[in-house]
């Protein structure tokens, strides 16, 4: 991320100022309908990360709601560039939660109004209420409900309760965790602290993405008690000079065998045996077992770090377009990509349309805790499990009342790139 897009962010504590909540959300009365013959010279640009800006997703859209829907992938510098840069050059951002706090006040994006969600409702009370299962999620980090509502479609805020309008509409999210290579560990792994362990010395790995590694350092640096954190998402200089150090000196005693910059690194890091314990995410070990290699997601004790993202729309929008940027919002949380990613390790914002569109064998294995009762295979349709076999950290219940911390953009985030570019250069 370049310095001028964070001398342009404000801090958790500024951005999260006031205004009355509105009663409730508006009833949905249902959305009008905009006629194919019109649609068909309309295309959607949905610019995103690699792990959910997925071609197949675009083109069973495209097929379904009869115009076109294209994606565009970058990464998480390249989606806030654009999004301050460029903003026409893409209709549907499909950010990180955290990324909304660069969004919204540069007035990139505009409300979404829920009364045109049809279905927002049945969507998780972890975005939209702030609980889970009858429970107030984790509040360190940037948690989804401290930013998904804003005042009005103009606004460029973050409203402090619920209102009629939202920053963006709920996609998909995860809680991630530690892969592992249980065929080559040697030993149990249920702690972040043995990332760090010397046991792994020369076969980890950790993830070279400022925002999301230094979160598994500070998990891994507080489980092995180097260290403690007041609040591990949002971390002083202090803490985060700490932290760095600690990387540096690991660093420096060649405990690391890489920092990895994109998937496909985690990918061939893990399943070529290099490494055998790293900072991963979902689809990656997925990518891993079907290629026969065995891989775990390891549920650690310490709990998980946890992340959403969210389907905002650009500002520009507007007639035509707008509304079929609608229905594209309303199609994406409608089931079918909530069972394709679903495959991937991944949970939509609605569950109850994403395990409608599973086999009763995959709503057992992805959402309910049960041994799989015939293979499970990845979205594209390789075998990553055998009948017997139980998902990696239990069902969709288990694995999100243990989400610790949630990834963020930090009131120190300049000193933490700051303090990063001397990890890499050590």
């Known amino acids: 991320m370049k310095k001028t897009l964070l001398n342009k962010t404000v801090s958790r504590r500024a951005v999260l100022k006031g205004g009355a909540a509105v009663a409730g959300v508006t009833a949905v009365t249902g959305f009008p309908m905009v006629w194919a013959q019109n649609l068909k010279d309309i295309t959607l640009n949905h610019t995103g990360m690699s792990y959910s800006t997925l071609p197949d997703i675009a083109r069973q859209a495209s097929q379904d709601l009869g115009f076109k829907v294209e994606m565009s992938v970058v990464d998480h510098p390249g989606l806030l560039n654009r999004l301050v840069q460029d903003p026409s050059s893409l209709d549907i951002a499909d950010l990180e939660v955290w990324q909304s706090k660069v969004a919204v006040p540069q007035g990139a994006l505009q409300g979404v ?86 046991d792994f010395k020369g076969k980890t790995a950790i993830q070279n993405i ?141 569950p109850k349309t994403a395990m409608a569109n599973l086999s009763e064998n995959e709503r057992g294995f992805f959402y309910e805790g049960k041994a799989a009762t015939a293979d499970i295979t990845s979205p594209t349709g390789e075998k990553t499990n055998s009948a017997g076999d139980v998902r990696d950290g239990g069902s969709f219940e288990e694995r999100f009342a243990q989400v610790a911390v949630w990834n963020n953009l930090m009131d120190e985030a300049e000193f933490l790139y700051s303090k990063w570019n001397e990890f890499n250069a050590a």
């Not at 299962?133 to 309760?161: C, H, L, M, T, W």
């Not at 390891?298 to 993202?309: A, D, F, I, M, T």
């Not at 940027?325 to 949380?333: D, G, I, P, V």
Request: hydrophobic share 35%; aromatic share 12%; charged share 20%.
């Open 210 to 350: 400022p925002t999301n590694g230094i979160m598994d350092a500070m998990m891994a640096c507080e489980a092995a008690g180097l260290l403690t954190y007041g609040d591990k998402g949002n971390p002083t200089q202090e803490e985060l000079t700490a932290t760095i150090a600690k990387l540096i000196e690991l660093k420096k005693g060649g405990h690391f065998r890489a920092l990895w910059n994109t998937f496909d690194e985690s990918v061939n890091l893990m399943a070529s045996g290099e490494v055998v314990i790293q900072s991963m995410w979902s689809p990656a070990v997925t990518a891993v077992q079907t290629q026969g290699v065995k891989c775990t997601y390891q549920p650690l004790k310490e709990g998980y770090r946890g992340w959403g993202n969210g389907l905002g729309l650009l500002a520009h929008l507007e007639g035509l377009k707008l509304d079929a940027a609608y229905e594209y919002l309303n199609w994406y949380n409608s089931g079918w990509v909530g069972g394709f990613i679903a495959k991937q390790g991944y949970y939509s914002s609605n």
């Open 113 to 198: 109004e829920i009364a045109k969600i049809k279905n927002w409702g049945d969507l998780t009370p972890l975005y939209t209420e702030g609980t889970f299962a009858g429970k107030e999620v984790s509040r360190q980090g940037d948690a989804p409900i401290e930013f998904i509502y804003r005042e009005g479609k103009d606004s460029n805020g973050f409203a402090s309760g619920k209102t009629d309008w939202a920053n963006f509409c709920p996609g998909v999210f995860n809680a991630d965790t530690l892969g592992i290579r249980p065929d080559l560990v040697g030993r149990e792994v249920n702690s972040w602290a043995d990332l760090f362990s010397p």
